[in-house]
């Protein structure tokens, strides 16, 4: 059968300064199978990002088979908007990709644009079970779960057994990530005579990061600002590192997390959107409430006195990280865009 033309909408700000998206990375993946893939925006300006992503869709519209659109709950969610409704006007097929944590919320606060944008897509790709059931429950019933993916070869797996506190964070300085509590967890465990160590790995997003340096620095803590790194080289980086935080108050799936469980980093989260769909606790990694220094310090405790639940931790989180591997995910969407 003949690959299809794809048109991909989403943030492709890499080259920027920030992360690399899924627009990156699925984009490559498909390719590999053949699928003649082009891509907006990567344009800074916002305004301008945007025009161009509508700009492409009509500059595109007779060559290609279907768009697809990463889709957010937050400003980013005004682009899948408009892209969308150019694609019906051009009859174009196209498939949000549900990207934003926040996005049951969203379903709430803006019913009307949700019933236009997902009710009237050709499907809707649910990359968590978390928005799949939401979305269920809103009555959306053109969707598909598809796993968001990694490359399971780039990531060498190094068994945790006996650990030191020596804990990392990666994502960008968003306050929706809150990264301030990384740091007041580094005060909690070295208030209480622990040798910890926080290394924070991420671009500037909004006042998050100078709000951080200011804490660590007011309260003498040392930590190890990166700034954006390569994949490779956070990867690198995290083979020192024993313990991944991860501090948000709003997720889906994210990435960065899966990648963590696949090097054998034992994960601890906040248990937030569709984070207790990913991760089982005590099971494959460690959940918490949100804002909450003092339990999420007694959760490494824990885990710092625990060596045998921290091997059994690194391993399950490397087995479910491995169903999230290209080789097993892309027969799902070489499906989807070959119907």
Not at 124 to 149: C, H
Not at 226 to 238: F, H, N, S, V
Request: charged content about 20%; overall charge positive.
């Amino acid at each position: 059968m003949q690959k299809r033309s794809v048109l991909y909408i989403g943030n492709k700000l890499s080259k920027s300064g920030s992360t690399v998206t899924s627009i990156e990375t699925l984009g490559a993946f498909l390719r590999q199978e053949g699928f003649r893939v082009r891509t907006a925006s990567s344009l800074r300006n916002k305004y301008l990002r945007m025009l161009h992503m509508l700009w492409s869709t009509l500059r595109y519209s007779a060559t290609i088979d279907k768009v697809l659109i990463d889709t957010y709950s937050t400003q980013n969610f005004l682009y899948a908007v408009a892209v969308a409704k150019l694609c019906r006007l051009l009859k174009l097929p196209y498939i949000p990709i549900l990207r934003g944590g926040n996005l049951p919320e969203r379903l709430k606060s803006s019913p009307s644009q949700c019933q236009e944008l997902f009710g009237l897509a050709a499907m809707n790709v649910a990359p968590s079970s978390y928005l799949m059931e939401a979305f269920k429950r809103e009555g959306f019933t053109n969707l598909v779960y598809i796993r968001n993916t990694i490359d399971l070869s780039q990531y060498t797996f190094r068994l945790r057994k006996q650990i030191a506190p020596k804990l990392i964070w990666v994502r960008s300085f968003s306050s929706i990530y809150n990264p301030l509590l990384a740091l007041q967890i580094l005060q909690q465990l070295r208030s209480e005579g622990y040798n910890a160590e926080l290394c924070m790995v991420g671009p500037e997003k909004d006042d998050s990061l100078k709000a951080c340096k200011d804490f660590s620095e007011a309260n003498n803590l040392n930590v190890t600002y990166t700034g954006l790194l390569p994949k490779q080289d956070w990867i690198a980086l995290a083979s020192d590192y024993d313990i991944f935080i991860n501090t948000t108050n709003f997720d889906n799936t994210p990435v960065s997390v899966i990648e963590a469980m696949a090097l054998g980093l034992v994960v601890v989260s906040t248990d937030v959107g569709g984070i207790p769909y990913l991760i089982e606790d005590k099971s494959d990694g460690m959940l918490v409430p949100p804002n909450d220094a003092l339990v999420f310090s007694e959760a490494i405790k824990t885990l710092l006195a625990t060596p045998h639940l921290v091997e059994k931790l690194s391993k399950n989180a490397r087995r479910k990280a491995e169903s999230f591997d290209w080789k097993s995910v892309k027969h799902s969407w070489i499906q989807l865009l070959n119907q």
